[in-house]
């Protein structure tokens, strides 16, 4: 296992990140270097592959617990929150991670007048209603400590950008940014902080080859990885970021910014 450093020192504190099946996602990426840094870490997935993720963080000399959850379905963050306080006594940091897309469901990439009620709900209850719900269930211990932290994985897609056939999906991710903020005042008072990252063109194992050719035409001139973000998320939660709170953070190689977005000439 690394050794961690003095600087984002989670010895002694646990965290809760959801969304953690694929080996090559964020969410893993992010469980593993907070267990790296001293964190104990329970970890989430809609199948069973969460376990494979769980042993993985264990044969590298951490701490973790693996749960397998639907976090759309009502009770289930309830139940979640309740089995990781039982297994390592408290919850410190929360990344919500858990969205976009699940196992067993398709992307839809439709407009919206092309999609459903129905589908439009789905939309929004995966990605800003599971959030929520999960954010709820863990407040009681998260504030508790007076140094609580809560950090969203977003997308510049919502918040900043978007792309036809996302409607859903941008709507659901700028009202994650706009729970942040919420949050942030509310629970500001209290000690405990709530940031969002807003990842860019990410090569997880879910992109797609259209995906990993946009992040060649960033700035950067290649798609970010799963660590990078980790690196942010975990910046956001460490215990000197106290005085941060309420911002949102782009990892997207400097891709918002720049107004040609086609290949390099």
Excluded at 147 to 165: D, E
Excluded at 173 to 183: E, F, Y
Aim: glycine share 12%.
């Amino acid at each position: 296992m690394s050794e961690k450093t003095g600087f984002c020192d989670f010895t002694g504190q646990a965290a809760l990140v959801t969304g953690c099946g694929s080996e090559f996602g964020i969410g893993f990426a992010t469980a593993r270097l907070l267990g790296r840094q001293g964190a104990k870490v329970a970890v989430t997935a809609t199948s069973e592959r969460v376990n494979e993720r769980c042993a993985e963080l264990v044969a590298d000399g951490i701490e973790a617990s693996a749960h397998v959850a639907d976090l759309t379905e009502a009770g289930e963050a309830d139940r979640i929150v309740a089995e990781a306080v039982a297994v390592h006594g408290r919850i410190d940091v929360l990344v919500n991670n858990a969205g976009m897309s699940k196992v067993g469901t398709e992307d839809l990439g439709r407009r919206f007048d092309e999609l459903s009620e129905e589908e439009w709900r789905a939309g929004i209850e995966q990605n800003l209603h599971l959030a929520a719900a999960v954010t709820r269930a863990a407040l009681p211990q998260i504030t508790r400590s007076g140094n609580g932290r809560i950090v969203f994985v977003t997308s510049v897609t919502g918040p900043v950008v978007s792309n036809p056939g996302n409607p859903a999906y941008s709507a659901s991710k700028a009202g994650l940014d706009g729970l942040m903020r919420a949050l942030a005042i509310e629970l500001g008072p209290g000690g405990t902080t709530v940031n969002s990252v807003n990842p860019g063109w990410i090569e997880t194992g879910s992109a797609t080859p259209d995906e990993v050719k946009a992040g060649r035409h960033t700035p950067v001139g290649r798609p970010g990885t799963p660590d990078e973000v980790a690196a942010a998320v975990l910046m956001l939660a460490a215990p000197e970021a106290s005085y941060i709170t309420g911002q949102t953070l782009i990892v997207d190689g400097g891709n918002v910014i720049q107004e040609y977005k086609g290949p390099q000439r």
